[in-house]
């Protein structure tokens, strides 16, 4: 039986997770944003990086939107959460889109230890502000991701704009996110998420912020990091 890293986990957030795992797929449900914006963000992957044959691992893989969408590129794809009944759900989807996946119950802590240097892409969206120690997730993907390799993240900034349409917004008014899907303590600032990435030796290569129209559901990447954004690094050659 495989140990699970616990040392950066909070328990509370992957039950939370777990409780809602079986509408992820729903695109009407109560992960609907994710759906809305995967599209934006897999266009703005793709375009930097290649995905088709590369070895890729998507950290905080939830129930494998991005995951499936990049095998669908055709990278080879190792995908690692720590919900178990969310991981199920990915899995019990790849019946239906007949596409591989490779799933693991891990911590990146953990991937660490087993595989560095072994990705040519390390994708993690939307889970930094769900983890008690980002900087460690960060420098354990540094850690497997291969010299050349890409790093694509994303996360909410710590503003008073985004705990208005991060959280009082999407979770009490227009109740498309399930409340207490946020913290608000936990959002990254740009500079923050910068520096991190910096001390693990990656170079930061482009901001972007991710503008979402949750009425149109319209998505478009622009300058403004107010909210939503996401962040390409690349780890040097030498």
């Known amino acids: 039986m495989e140990v699970m890293d616990t040392q950066n986990l909070d328990v509370q957030e992957q039950q939370k997770f777990d409780e809602i795992a079986a509408g992820w797929w729903d695109p009407e449900g109560p992960f609907r944003p994710l759906h809305d914006l995967n599209p ?8 930097r990086c290649q995905l088709a044959n590369g070895q890729v691992l ?17 990278a080879y794809v190792t995908a690692i959460d720590v919900a178990t009944k969310v991981l199920e759900v990915a899995k019990l989807h790849l019946l239906e889109s007949k596409l591989q996946v490779n799933y693991r119950r891990a911590t990146i802590e953990q991937l660490a230890r087993e595989k560095p240097d072994e990705f040519d892409v390390v994708t993690c969206l939307e889970m930094l502000e769900h983890v008690p120690d980002p900087a460690s997730v960060i ?40 409340r207490g899907t946020h913290r608000y303590d936990r959002f990254i600032r740009p500079s923050e998420l910068s520096r991190w990435l910096r ?40």
């Open 40 to 47: 934006a963000r897999l266009k703005y992957i793709a375009s």
């Open 58 to 74: 998507d950290v905080g893989c939830g129930g494998g939107i991005l995951s499936e969408s990049m095998a669908a590129k055709g």
């Open 139 to 178: 420098e354990a993907m540094a850690c497997v991701l291969k010299p050349g390799g890409h790093m694509f993240l994303s996360t909410l900034n710590r503003t008073p704009g985004s705990f208005l349409l991060g959280i009082v917004g999407a979770e009490y008014v227009l109740r498309i996110l399930p």
């Open 199 to 238: 001390d693990t030796g990656l170079a930061v290569m482009d901001i972007r912020g991710l503008h979402y129209n949750p009425w149109a559901r319209y998505v478009r990447l622009g300058g403004d990091v107010n909210v939503n954004y996401i962040v390409h690094a690349q780890r040097p050659l030498q």
